[in-house]
C-alpha cells in the first residue's frame, strides 16, 4: 500500500513506524475511554454523567481525528509537510486525551455536577482542565487538515505538499 506523499510511492519504514505509532496511542486512548465510560455510568450521577459524557464526545472527535491525519497522510520525512502533519497530531492528541481525563475526572462530581463528590476524581478533572481549550482548537484544525488532504486527492496530488 502506497504512503500518501511518498515521492515514490512505496512506504517507508519510517512511515509504518509513524503508523503503528498512531494506532498505538489511538489503543491507549481507547482503553482510557473504557474507563471513563465505566465510570460514566457507574459512578457519576444525573448531570455529572452528562458532563462525562460530554468530554468523552469531545475526545472521540479528537482521537478520530488524530488517527485519520495520522494514517491517510504520511508525507516524506523531515519536509515541511511532515512538520506540519506532526503539528496536527499533536493538538489533536493533546485533545483527545485532555478530554478523555477530564471525562474521568467530571464522573467524581455530585449528581448537580456543583459539589465534590469524589475529590480523588475531581482533581483529576481540575489538573488536565487547561487541556480542554485545546480540543476545541484541535477538532476544527483537525477537520481543516482532512478537507485539505480530500482536496488534494480530488485534485490528483498525493499530498498538500506535492507539486504538480
Given at each position: 500500500m502506497a504512503a500518501v506523499g511518498s515521492p515514490t510511492g512505496e512506504d517507508t519504514r519510517s512511515g509504518l513506524g509513524a503508523k503503528r505509532g498512531v494506532l498505538g496511542l489511538a489503543i491507549a486512548?481507547?482503553?482510557?475511554?473504557?474507563?471513563?465510560?465505566?465510570?460514566?455510568?457507574?459512578?457519576?450521577?444525573?448531570?455529572?454523567?452528562?458532563?462525562?459524557?460530554?468530554?468523552?464526545?469531545?475526545?472521540?472527535?479528537?482521537?478520530?481525528?488524530?488517527?485519520?491525519v495520522g494514517l491517510l497522510w504520511t508525507p516524506a520525512e523531515g519536509s515541511g509537510a511532515s512538520m506540519v502533519r506532526a503539528g496536527i497530531l499533536v493538538i489533536t492528541a493533546m485533545g483527545a486525551f485532555g478530554q478523555v481525563l477530564e471525562s474521568i475526572g467530571a464522573s467524581g462530581y455530585d449528581r448537580f455536577n456543583a459539589?465534590?463528590?469524589?475529590?480523588?476524581?475531581?482533581?483529576?478533572?481540575?489538573?488536565?482542565?487547561?487541556?480542554?481549550?485545546?480540543?476545541?482548537?484541535?477538532?476544527?484544525?483537525?477537520?481543516?487538515?482532512?478537507?485539505?488532504?480530500?482536496?488534494?486527492?480530488?485534485?490528483?496530488?498525493?499530498?498538500?505538499?506535492?507539486?504538480g
Open positions: 486512548w481507547l482503553v482510557l475511554a473504557a474507563i471513563s465510560l465505566t465510570l460514566a455510568f457507574a459512578v457519576a450521577e444525573g448531570e455529572a454523567r452528562a458532563h462525562a459524557t460530554g468530554h468523552l464526545v469531545l475526545g472521540f472527535l479528537s482521537i478520530a481525528l488524530f488517527v485519520s459539589g465534590h463528590e469524589i475529590e480523588f476524581l475531581t482533581g483529576i478533572h481540575n489538573a488536565v482542565g487547561i487541556l480542554g481549550p485545546v480540543a476545541l482548537m484541535a477538532i476544527p484544525i483537525g477537520l481543516v487538515a482532512l478537507a485539505v488532504l480530500a482536496i488534494a486527492r480530488l485534485l490528483g496530488r498525493s499530498s498538500p505538499a506535492a507539486t
